[in-house]
Structure formats: structure tokens, C-alpha cells
């Protein structure tokens, strides 16, 4: 992996633990707020999709556009489960699973579809990031996960890193085989969402909009910072970064967010946690020199 890519992947974590933070803060709406936060992605991102529709030579394929569907359906499930967890379980047992789950079935997607090759130090890095995640979200107990709002974690979480997984490996694939520009797809994806929530709000308008009151800057928040983290990923697969390694390491956004969670959310940390970001940091280390 060059220097370029890496530094891609890591801004994308920042900058994706961001979002997750705000989204927790808005996570009482629930759909709605996934609509508008869409919304807002795709009038933010037009000018750039324009310019690259009528200047970039793109060529459209129904393999293309089978693949543009695929993602947005993906990604809607993925926006609905992720709020949704959100609003039963504490951010920082939600994420973690769910960024944990995401890149170990994303490595083996990679493996078994992309055809990429497993290296040992590779393999290792997945397990300590893994091993990090799991820290986190446990604080070194397994009582973490008995608790009810561990258990919502653990399922909410688990689903979500899942439609993750599936997510990656599609995309991954549209952009690296098939050919499709970064921010065309998270932008084709995002109207996708956009359209099949829109009979939601439709449906109850005045409900919709009293819900959202106080909290369209949120949804301006993650609309802009969701997309931008993506699109950072995705370049750097398409620069040639192997998804095997793209993967794991982007979940630094777990250690992010799980601090951000402790100071700004004042949700609870101790020692296991810290000990868990350092395991998780060892892994990205070792991947990123595999």
C-alpha cells in the first residue's frame, strides 16, 4: 500500500468516527433523519457527479448500473440498522461490534471473491485489529455483553457490520473492475436511499419535520462528512490498495470514535479500552506493512 493510500484510509477514519458521533446525537429520529442527512449528501455532491458526468467520459453498462442499484440498497439497509442501533445501545458498544464485525468479513470477501492473497503478517494484523475492537467494546468483560444494552450492541452491531461487509465487497468490485468513479457511486447510492425513503416522509410530513426540528445541522453534518469518508476508501482501492488491508484499517474510526465517545459523550472508558486501542493500533501497523 503506497503513503498516498494510507493517508487516504486514515483521514477516512477521522472523519467517519465524526459522523457516527453526530449521528448518535440524532439517533431518536431514526429514518427520518437517515432522509435527510441523504438529502443533504446529494445536493452537496452534485456540482462534483455533474462535472464528472459531462466531462469525465463516463460510459454507463447495465453492469453498472446492476452495480450502482446493488449499493444503494446495501447502504440504505446499513443506514437503517446503524440507526437504529444507535438508538438502543451506547455508541460505544454499537460501533465497535459493528466496525469489528465489518472488516474481518470484508478480508474474507476479499479472499474468496476479489481473489486477493492472505499474507501472514497480513492475517495477523486482522486478528490483533479484531482483538482491539473486541477490548473496546468489552472492556475487557464479558459482563459487557450480558447487560441489555450490551446484548442490543452485540445484535444491532453484528447486523450492521455484516451489510458492512457486503457493502465494501460490492463497491470495491464497482469501482476496481467495473470502472465507476468514487463519488459517482456514493452519489448514485445516496439518490437510490434518497427516493426509496421519500414516501416515508411523504406519508407524514409535519410528523417528519417535527422530528428533525433542532437537529438539521446534525443532518448537514453527516450529510457532508458520510460521503467524503467513503469516497476517500474508495480512491484509495481505486488507486490500487488491496481490500484485504483497506478494510481492517479504516476501522481505526472504531478507536476514534469509541475516545470520542468517552469525552464528549462521557460514555465510560478504563483501562481495557486503552489497552484495546493499542492492540487495534499494532494491527493497522502490521497491515499496513504486509
Keep these: 500500500m503506497t503513503l498516498a493510500s494510507l493517508f487516504l484510509v486514515v483521514l477516512a477514519s477521522f472523519i467517519h468516527a465524526s459522523w457516527n458521533l453526530l449521528a448518535k446525537k440524532a ?11 441523504n438529502l443533504i449528501a446529494c445536493v452537496a455532491y452534485a456540482p462534483w457527479v455533474l462535472y464528472l458526468l459531462v466531462h469525465g467520459g463516463i460510459i454507463w453498462t447495465w453492469t453498472g448500473i ?10 440504505l439497509a446499513y443506514s437503517l440498522c446503524l440507526q437504529r442501533g444507535y438508538q ?3 455508541l460505544s458498544v454499537a460501533y465497535p461490534v459493528a466496525r469489528g464485525t465489518g472488516p474481518m468479513l470484508s478480508t474474507l470477501g476479499a479472499f474468496l471473491i476479489l481473489g486477493e492473497t492472505p499474507s501472514g503478517t497480513g492475517l495477523i494484523g486482522l486478528a490483533l485489529v479484531v482483538a482491539g475492537i473486541l477490548l473496546i467494546a468489552s472492556r475487557g468483560s464479558l459482563a459487557a455483553f450480558t447487560r441489555p444494552s450490551g446484548q442490543a450492541g452485540i445484535r444491532w452491531g453484528t447486523a450492521t457490520g455484516g451489510l458492512i461487509a457486503s457493502y465494501t465487497v460490492v463497491d470495491a468490485f464497482a469501482v476496481t473492475a467495473v470502472g465507476i468513479a468514487p463519488v459517482v457511486l456514493d452519489w448514485f447510492s445516496n439518490l437510490l436511499r434518497f ?3 421519500l414516501p416515508l ?13 433542532g437537529h438539521w445541522s446534525t443532518a448537514i453534518g453527516v450529510g457532508l462528512l458520510s460521503p467524503l469518508s467513503y469516497i476517500l476508501v474508495l480512491a484509495a482501492l481505486t488507486d490500487g490498495a488491496p481490500l484485504s488491508l483497506v478494510a481492517p484499517m479504516r476501522e481505526m474510526s472504531m478507536m476514534v470514535g469509541a475516545l470520542m465517545g468517552m469525552l464528549i459523550l462521557r460514555e465510560a472508558v478504563g483501562r481495557w479500552r486503552l489497552v484495546g486501542c493499542g492492540v487495534l493500533i499494532a494491527g493497522v501497523i502490521l497491515l499496513s506493512s504486509s
Design 27 to 37: 439517533a431518536s429520529v431514526g429514518p427520518v433523519f437517515v432522509f435527510a442527512y
Design 66 to 75: 446492476g452495480f450502482v442499484l446493488l449499493s444503494g440498497l446495501i447502504h
Design 88 to 90: 438502543v445501545a451506547d
Design 195 to 197: 427516493f426509496l425513503l
Design 201 to 213: 416522509v411523504i406519508a407524514h410530513p409535519r410528523r417528519a419535520m417535527s422530528a428533525m426540528r
